[in-house]
Nanobody
Framework: QVRLVESGGGLVQAGGSLRLSCEAS????????MGWFRQAPGKERDIVAG????????YYADSVKGRFTISRDNAKNTMYLQMNSLKPEDTAVYYC???????????????????WGQGTQVTVSS
């Protein structure tokens, strides 16, 4: 069982920046492809960014391309999401997720992930 804990959310003005972290309990963290998702009230949970097990391949939703950067430090069992130029429409609960250990690449659907964090609220004021 992989336990994921997000941190770094908060309230920020439009145009500001935040960095989310996702720390995993699993020592074999490097064997898991990971993703960041977000869910706004009344909306579905959508992918924001994905990263392969070794960080060599990444994916970004069109809405965040050029503003967000996903990365991971396997030595620290931690994944990051650097969010710049934040917009009010980025307001949501952000979740980190890990795929099952057999998969090296990310998946764009939440159904492709086996483990989830509890979420961290990001609120962007206009």
């Amino acid at each position: 069982q992989v336990r994921l804990v997000e941190s770094g959310g908060g309230l920020v003005q439009a145009g500001g920046s935040l960095r989310l972290s996702c720390e995993a309990s699993e020592r074999t963290f490097s064997r898991y492809a990971m993703g960041w998702f977000r869910q706004a009230p009344g909306k579905e949970r959508d992918i924001v960014a994905g990263i392969s097990w070794n960080g060599g391949s990444t994916y970004y939703a069109d809405s965040v391309k050029g503003r967000f950067t996903i990365s991971r430090d396997n030595a620290k069992n931690t994944m990051y999401l650097q969010m710049n130029s934040l917009k009010p429409e980025d307001t949501a609960v952000y979740y980190c997720a890990a795929r099952a250990q057999d998969y090296s690449g990310y998946h764009v659907s939440p159904n492709g992930y086996k483990y989830w964090g509890q979420g961290t609220q990001v609120t962007v004021s206009s």
